[in-house]
């Protein structure tokens, strides 16, 4: 296995060049052209005078540029960070600021809309658009959106400078930057080292038997670690990944049959939605395996998809940003252990420790802790969290001068007398929906601009089809009358969809406190946990 995140695909470039890697639309190309692809960005980056390890960030749909994009930051010595294309300005804005990103991959509409908070991102000194957008410029004035101080570069130029000498990088180095939800506040920058990224691609294609015979399709966000695993787990083994940006479910029907797809990722709220349709035979005949993570998978549509594609493997997932992926049940326990988060993945190991790091028994709940090779860097920028998080792994000898550290996940999980775990609940108050992690802090924060509360809460409420349904629960501001329809039209002008509140319920009095004097919100959601029934 090669050591970095590029080699990946090099390798198979090198010996297969004709074997087909990546198809977008009606445009599929080889390993041996998208190394050239690869190469070509690499060289643009050095070409940029950007130094090694500078951050570079992609904030766009799937397509063939963004992959070449990724890989090419990381061949540069670079470090690739991925924006969620569904991500208004203002938040893809913080990321730029946040990564101290300096050169920016995305389209012209996308860049025009990012003007109004390009003043707080000092450290972005070039933009390269897609498909043929603004010719570029020299630095100064980017004449198409009027920002001041940024070289503005056609992306395909950009990718045709000549070649030279590339920074020098190795498996310990940053590869990449992966922002998640914090439970309080903005997101936290995720940093990734090569040899984190390779021995997951390695370790997931293990147990998945993947070979280069698959061919995958690729549904979730590349800012997603679940997402961004469907490139690295396939260029690892020489197989195909259609990349895939669908409008609705039945999009991805069609495309499982055109395609010939033999596996298939994605989070409870899709397989929900896809386990309600018909499928056509031939994907049923095609469909090798398909994998579930993000939330737990209901029994009911995990049934109903094994009905529909009996031939295809059903391998349940658990994972966490900061370590990748932690846990995998094997299809032939599915039926014997449904509710069970399984063991670990190759190359990990997964304890259940007590507050003082000793091992629970059998039965007993405790914090789930991942220790292995891929335990992430830590938090960008951010020591404080960091140390939250990640800590010497328990059970170390006392003479270690460095101790190793591992990742504290705060989800407390039991596991039975044969080892296998089963999730019993989060510490923080993250909500997780539609496959997302959400903090009810961001989702405050946009609610208290709009001056049309005094009080609001955000939490998580069980929904059958988003596994968390938004809810909050709010108090007027004085002279207000309460506003929902207001209130949700400005949640839509400044979050995702996927953030937006399902539900707002406003009360008269000031919200319950708890004996710390913080709005309860544990008391909110249990008293309105029959909000959502089976069906809406």
């Not at 090779?373 to 000898?397: C, H, I």
């Not at 080892?419 to 009810?440: A, N």
């Not at 002008?493 to 710390?516: F, G, S, T």
Request: hydrophobic content about 45%; some cysteine; glycine content about 8%.
């Amino acid at each position: 296995m090669p050591d970095l995140i590029h080699d990946l695909l090099l390798r198979t470039a090198s010996a297969r060049p004709e074997r087909e890697a990546l198809k977008w639309r009606t445009e599929a190309l080889g390993y041996g052209e998208l190394a050239r692809r690869v190469s070509g960005f690499a060289h643009g980056c050095l070409a940029l005078r950007l130094a090694r390890q500078d951050r570079v960030a992609v904030w766009a749909d799937k397509r063939v540029e963004t992959v070449v994009a990724l890989f090419g930051a990381a061949a540069a010595g670079c470090v690739f960070a991925p924006i969620n294309p569904v991500l208004k300005a203002e938040q893809a804005a913080y990321i730029l600021r946040d990564c101290n990103v300096r050169l920016l991959v995305t389209t012209a509409e996308r860049w025009a809309s990012l003007a109004p908070w390009m003043a707080e991102c000092p450290d972005l000194v070039h933009v390269a658009l897609m498909a043929g957008a603004a010719r570029p410029t020299d630095a100064g004035t980017d004449a198409a959106s009027g920002i001041e101080g940024v070289s503005t570069h056609g992306f395909d130029a950009l990718c045709e400078a000549g070649p030279g000498a590339l920074h020098r990088c190795i498996d310990t180095d940053m590869a990449a930057i992966l922002y998640t939800s914090g439970s309080t506040g903005r997101p936290k920058g995720v940093v990734l080292s090569h040899r984190n990224m390779v021995a997951g691609a390695a370790s997931v294609a293990q147990y998945l038997a993947n070979s280069a015979a698959d061919r995958v399709l690729a549904v979730l966000p590349l800012s997603f670690d679940y997402g961004l695993s469907q490139l690295t787990t396939q260029f690892s083994v020489g197989g195909c990944v259609v990349l895939h940006n669908y409008l609705l479910p039945g999009d991805v029907l069609k495309a499982m049959v055109r395609e010939r797809i033999s596996g298939l990722a994605a989070v409870p709220p899709l397989w929900i939605q896809l386990a309600g349709l018909e499928w056509p035979a031939a994907i049923g005949e095609s469909l090798r395996y398909f994998t579930n993570s993000g939330g737990a998978m209901p029994t009911a549509t995990l049934s109903e998809l094994r009905r529909r594609a009996p031939k295809a493997q059903p391998f349940l997932m658990y994972g966490l940003t900061e370590a990748f992926r932690s846990t995998y049940l094997p299809p032939d326990q599915v039926d014997v252990r449904p509710t069970s988060m399984g063991k670990a993945i190759p190359n990990a190991e997964i304890l259940v420790v007590r507050e003082d790091g000793s091992e629970c028994a059998p039965g007993e709940p405790g914090e789930l802790v991942h220790r292995g090779a891929l335990v992430s860097m830590g938090y960008w920028n951010d020591p404080e969290k960091t140390a939250e998080r990640f800590k010497p792994a328990p059970g170390q000898r006392r003479e270690l001068v460095m101790p190793e550290m591992a990742v504290w996940s705060g989800d407390t999980v039991r596991r039975d007398e044969e080892g296998f775990l089963y999730f019993v609940s989060r510490r923080d108050e993250m909500i997780k929906t539609s496959g997302y992690r959400v903090s009810p802090t961001e989702v405050e924060e946009v609610i208290y601009r709009t001056a049309l509360v005094a009080e609001a809460a955000a939490f998580g409420v069980t929904h059958p089809g988003l596994g968390e349904a938004i809810v909050v629960v709010a108090q007027a501001a004085p002279g207000r009358a309460p506003d929902s329809a207001a209130l949700i039209a400005a949640c839509k002008e400044a979050l995702p969809l996927y953030m937006v509140p399902h539900h707002i319920d406003w009360l008269e009095a000031a919200l319950p406190r708890n004996a710390n004097g913080k709005i309860d919100r544990k008391a909110l959601s249990s008293q309105r946990t029959a909000l959502f029934g089976e069906k809406e």
